[in-house]
Nanobody
Framework: QVQLVESGGGLVQAGGSLRLSCAASGLIFSSYTMGWFRQAPGKERDFVAASSWSGGNTYYGDSVKGRFTISRDNAKNTVNLQMNSLKPEDTAVYYC??????????????????WGQGTQVTVSS
């Protein structure tokens, strides 16, 4: 079955950096648009970043543009999220996703999207 395992979350001060990783198995990784969503307490799950199957196209939510960078390694079935200049409002559980649709409306989970278990990111002020 499909498994997405996130790592790299933790506690960091505002202005600091973290790198999240997601290791995927049980799917043809190179055929999926991969990415990250996040969910803060009491809020909806929001889009953060996505990478097309080749890595040639990347997409970012407005609040993270210029600060976060997504990358993927199809040989290793991994997708990473480098998060710089972190802010307290970045505090959330971050979820890796396999199967994201990106178009003019932005990016949203595809039907049948696969999710990881989530990793907590906490940014202190």
């Amino acid at each position: 079955q499909v498994q997405l395992v996130e790592s790299g979350g933790g506690l960091v001060q505002a202005g600091g950096s973290l790198r999240l990783s997601c290791a995927a198995s049980g799917l043809i990784f190179s055929s999926y648009t991969m990415g990250w969503f996040r969910q803060a307490p009491g809020k909806e799950r929001d889009f953060v970043a996505a990478s097309s199957w080749s890595g040639g196209n990347t997409y970012y939510g407005d609040s993270v543009k210029g600060r976060f960078t997504i990358s993927r390694d199809n040989a290793k079935n991994t997708v990473n999220l480098q998060m710089n200049s972190l802010k307290p409002e970045d505090t959330a559980v971050y979820y890796c996703a396999a199967g994201i649709s990106c178009a003019g409306y932005g990016c949203r989970p595809s039907t049948g999207v696969h999710w990881g278990q989530g990793t907590q990111v906490t940014v202190s002020s």
